[in-house]
């Protein structure tokens, strides 16, 4: 084997992932980072190349992305070509296979002609992974910036959409996350005082402000920008949420902002809740009674699966807490090693 | 009288507007800018200097506000007072009055100590203003980005909130205005091929793209940043529209933009009518029958107002066309005249 590596990126507009197999190990390592790719897409090569870390011997790289919806990108046809231009810049050297919602590994070009069937692929890689093990489960991943909710039927995966807009109709994917989310985007009003107040249509706060209040993440999960430039503590968090409601903390105490946290933290849970029930309809007879959760926002997965009747199991106890973080990252290079270690594509 | 103009002030955390009159010929002249407070805030001194433009000598200055929410500022305590110490730098030779919420002038120092006493009195102003000629009216007033909806009741303001908060809960205040609304604040989806679609929560677009789109507000009437940093035509605003449920317009045609800006536009009037029915149940038997619609979201108000039943009138025909569309700036000016010529503040 030439290649000694290889790499799985999962390219998001504010996250990029990358997870490492080594191809005498086989043991799998995590790298990711905040970025945000619509504000600073130029420096996508050289975040990639720094992000790799240039210690592998011409590894060979599995893409899977869904920057190309971010909003420097025109169309996905401008997007999906730069994020491959990108990874020929970084990685001159690089066999490069990019992912499809299909399934299949395409090159660059094929990628380039047909950006639409390389276009927000991830969910299919970690679904296919997922799949290998579990016969009939509906998994649920939540990130920092959306929720995918995939069916496996009898160890196929029986996703209804494969095009960012068909899943969003279909419910296997819910634009809500547990870090990004403006909180305007997850409810029109909040408990204030006992009485339902309506709240800002402004980026003042987001999920991570309510899951940081709360309690479920740190500081150091906090891994997005803070809507107003300030600090991730928890009291930071705290004004910021007051804001939602047009005050601040010198009008609002603890347990004011508590029951507005309570609430959207419900709010969202109930909405990826909602999801999982379409699908389920959708499914009839053949309707899973297990849930595989993953993502930063499992706790979220939990709650929401919980809520629909679900039993739930960590991905985390199948690919270990890394890999179910930056699980279609993870999915793709193990996907690839084993198209190599068996010959085809 | 030892100035030659009066002028009035509506410092909000996006848009400055000014309206001077003319102490001789009473003419109101209104010049506006917009101004991403939260930004830039250090520029407010110079682009308040810039926007008097130093023709005038000494002028009284009425001041009103609602930039102390920027999240620029911890507090509403601290924006209170940042916004009059950049009045004071900008104007050291000026008298300085900031309009209450009670209808009173302040000194820069009594608004120093009580922030909360002039914290988004804007609506007031144009309230007490406009039951100066109407005794019986719903006054909706669509901004950028909010709208406020204020019963006068036998000639008097009988508004129900002081506050920002309160005012939300009332129904006074409703957070949704014609232009820098995300779209992801407004609907949680749209129809897209005659099915529900869920709608990404980005800021992606805004509600300008949606009246751009549809056609009650031209380029020049986009005042506000777009989104993705792009231009102001019809088919920018599309594309970006297109983006909401995460497609591109590749793959969206006319009618599909159409449709999603379609649905939007009403949700948006519902939300506000919304509002109005909140308020009017309150009234009981004082419920007014004529809505006086005002502000840069006036076809707005006009369509809210109408589907819950009440006859409109323009405030333009009272005020003229400039000073209704930043009413408030127009009424501090002419509330602060009728006192200085009465010899009350």
Redesign the interface.
């Known amino acids: 084997m030439l290649s000694d590596a290889i790499l799985g990126w999962d390219v998001g507009g504010a996250n990029i992932k990358m997870a490492r197999i080594d191809a005498e190990s086989r043991r799998v390592t995590v790298v990711e980072r905040a970025f945000p790719l619509?504000r600073e897409f130029d420096r996508l090569p050289s975040v990639l190349a720094s992000l790799e870390g240039g210690a592998w011997h011409r590894p060979v790289m599995a893409v899977t992305m869904t920057a190309e919806?971010a909003?420097?990108f025109?169309?996905?046809?401008e997007g999906v070509a730069f994020v491959v231009g990108a990874f020929e810049a970084a990685f001159p050297a690089s066999t490069l296979w990019i992912y499809g919602v299909d399934g299949r590994f395409r090159s660059a070009e094929e990628a380039r002609q047909q950006p639409?069937d390389v276009a927000?692929a991830n969910w299919m890689a970690t679904a296919t992974l997922v799949a290998r093990a579990t016969s009939d489960a509906l998994l649920i991943d939540v990130g920092s910036?959306t929720t995918d909710i995939i069916p496996i039927v009898r160890g196929r995966v029986a996703a209804e959409g494969r095009?960012?807009?068909a899943r969003?109709?279909s419910?296997e994917?819910?634009?809500?996350?547990c870090l990004r989310?403006?909180i305007?985007?997850?409810v029109?009003s909040a408990p204030?005082?006992g009485?339902?107040?309506?709240?800002?249509?402004?980026?003042?706060a987001v999920a991570a402000d309510v899951y940081r209040w709360l309690g479920p993440i740190g500081e150091d999960d906090y891994t997005c920008d803070t809507?107003?430039g300030?600090g991730r503590s928890r009291s930071d968090a705290g004004?910021?949420l007051a804001?939602m409601?047009?005050?601040?903390?010198?009008?609002l105490g603890d347990a004011d902002v508590t029951a507005i946290a309570d609430h959207v933290a419900l709010a969202q849970a109930r909405?990826i809740a909602h999801?999982i029930r379409q699908v389920m309809r959708r499914l009839g007879a053949a309707q899973p009674r297990l849930a595989i959760v993953a993502g930063s926002g499992v706790f979220l997965a939990r709650a929401a699966a919980e809520s629909a009747g679900l039993t739930t199991r960590d991905l985390s106890a199948e690919l270990g807490v890394d890999a179910a973080r930056a699980a279609p990252a993870a999915a793709v290079a193990l996907l690839l090693l084993e198209l190599m270690s068996t010959g085809r594509r």
């Open positions: 619509w919806l909003d420097c025109a169309t996905k046809r639409i927000a910036t095009t960012d807009p969003l109709r419910g994917l819910v634009y809500t996350g989310t403006p305007c985007a997850i029109r204030l005082g009485v339902w107040c309506r709240v800002a249509a402004e980026h003042f809507p107003d300030r004004a910021r804001r409601v047009c005050a601040d903390r010198e009008t909405q999801g």
